[in-house]
Nanobody, 120 residues
Framework: QVQLQESGPGLVKSSQTLSLICTVS??????????WSWIRQPPGKGLEWMGV???????YYSPSFKSRTAISRDTHKNQFSLQLSSVTPEDTAVYYC????????????WGQGTQVAVSS
């Protein structure tokens, strides 16, 4: 079973770019049919799906984040990353990375999450 671990700064200033990395172990990010997502949860709110990069390097973004989000990967390091630009205090949240696939087996693995605060 794949395991995921988020890393990045715990505090970012407004207008800066937030950069997070998800390190994957127990499997390759290029393994067929995996989708690697970034999801966040602001305080007191529900989960928000931000975007995904697939096993074959396709990316898709939520319309809510598309204009300022980029997801990429480093196959040598078996990592994928999130960049969120022009952050505001409303981007304060716990950020999670997720591995998902339904074929040939169902996988839905989450990292433990990393808290990010944006200062004004």
């Amino acid at each position: 079973q794949v395991q995921l671990q988020e890393s990045g700064p715990g505090l970012v200033k407004s207008s800066q770019t937030l950069s997070l990395i998800c390190t994957v172990s127990g499997g390759s990010i290029t393994t067929n049919y995996y989708a690697w997502s970034w999801i966040r949860q602001p305080p007191g709110k529900g989960l928000e799906w931000m975007g995904v990069i697939t096993y074959d390097d396709s990316t898709y973004y939520s319309p809510s984040f598309k204009s300022r989000t980029a997801i990429s990967r480093d196959t040598h390091k078996n990592q994928f990353s999130l960049q969120l630009s022009s952050v505001t205090p409303e981007d304060t949240a716990v950020y999670y990375c997720n591995a998902y696939r339904t074929f040939p087996d169902r996988v839905d693995s989450w990292g433990q999450g990393t808290q990010v605060a944006v200062s004004s």
